[in-house]
């Protein structure tokens, strides 16, 4: 497991915005998912997660873990085993500068603030199961 890296998760602006399971073709309560034309996709549900995050520094590498293992470093709501895609990221700070060098691996997802973003809330959309 991974842990949540340059992230305030006391901080009160560090929440889920969103968290919802997508039907996708299927029934909301089912576990599995079909698309048509496709036939059955045995990969558990689809859900669609918004977070904000307050970043802790500025040019720093940031980590956000779906699964991060002790209180300290997980956010109150989240919780998931794979990163299906990243929807969007970006920087609701006054100075609005974007993150760079944002990708996803497993159920984590990695980026890196901009050089004047320390402190700023940066909103996070992604698909998961």
Known sequence: MTENANITEANASTKVILDT?????ASPDSTSWQQKGVGEVAQGALNLLVVDLVVTAASTETTFSLDAATA???IVGVSGAEVVGILGLYNNGGGFEP???????????????????????????????
Do not use: K, M, N
């Not at 399971?21 to 073709?25: A, F, M």
């Not at 497993?106 to 909103?123: K, N």
């Open 72 to 74: 300290a470093t997980s």
């Open 21 to 25: 399971r997508l039907p996708v073709g």
């Open 99 to 129: 993150p760079t060098l944002v990708h996803a691996s497993g159920a984590t997802v990695v980026f890196t603030t901009a050089a004047g973003t320390g402190t700023d809330v940066h909103r996070l959309t992604i698909l998961y199961r």
